[in-house]
């Protein structure tokens, strides 16, 4: 069991990268919030199995994922934040554009533009995360990148 200075400082270290891909994946500030909170909850319950900073972050990247699959198959999926006001609430205000842009995005480019730009992940590292080749990573992320040139214009990336 761990104590709780050790939960409070692993929502600290990792509390960030996957607020930001439960919102990303969920388009929506309330059940980006519940997925958070039902990630950490399962991260603290297999905390003590996860061997390394590394393996702590590969988990909780494919937990969020998982756990946003399994959410958006749920009926009460349906009830949604408008994005504008998700984008106000969880982004700064240099990059709200973007990111609007990002959530406007079909969700398997939303989730590889997400992984690669905000968390940093090597198209090899997304492919292992999400289970698929790195092929169809590559060209999630042409595509995606096309339709967000064709959403932004002028707007410097």
């Known amino acids: 069991m761990i104590s709780e200075d050790q939960r409070t400082a692993a929502v600290e270290r990792w509390g960030s990268m996957v607020w930001r891909l439960a919102l990303a994946r969920m388009a929506n500030v309330h059940d980006a919030e519940d997925l958070f909170q039902e990630v950490f909850l399962r ?3 297999h905390e003590a199995q996860l061997e ?7 988990w909780l990247i494919r937990c969020t994922l998982n756990r946003a699959k399994s959410a958006h198959s749920a009926p009460w ?3 949604v934040l408008p994005l504008d006001v998700a984008v106000e609430i969880g982004v700064r205000d240099d990059r ?20 690669h730009y905000f968390e940093g992940l090597t198209i090899a590292e997304i492919a292992a995360q999400m289970n698929c080749a790195e092929g169809t990573v590559k060209a999630q992320l042409h595509r995606a990148r096309a339709q967000l040139k064709d959403a932004l214009g002028d707007i410097e990336l």
Request: hydrophobic share 35%; net charge positive; charged share 35%.
């Open 43 to 45: 991260y603290f319950r």
């Open 52 to 58: 390394s900073d590394e393996h702590r972050r590969a």
């Open 77 to 79: 999926r349906h009830r």
């Open 96 to 115: 709200r554009e973007v990111y609007a842009a990002v959530l406007s995005l079909p969700e398997k480019y939303r989730t590889v533009v997400h992984l």
